[in-house]
């Protein structure tokens, strides 16, 4: 099996819409495909979306 460490986030520019979220599934940090902000009950901002190596949904607090 090989593993994908992620050791290239440097050139991800900030803002520029690329979030990543823990996959419980990959068990690591991946980037959130079709990333879409949400807003919690209590009104913090997430990004909830799904990543793209296994499909699970993957979901973070913050803005994207
Ligand atoms: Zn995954």
Redesign the pocket.
């Known amino acids: 099996m090989v593993v994908h460490y992620p050791g290239r986030c440097r050139n991800i520019p900030s803002g520029g819409g690329l979030v990543q979220a823990y996959?419980?599934?990959?068990r690591?940090q991946?980037e959130v495909k079709d990333a879409q902000t949400v807003s919690l009950k209590n009104g913090t901002p997430a990004t909830q979306g799904v990543?793209?190596?296994?499909?699970?949904k993957?979901f973070r607090i913050g803005k994207a």
């Open positions: 996959c419980v599934k990959c690591t991946r990543c793209p190596t296994c499909g699970t993957i």
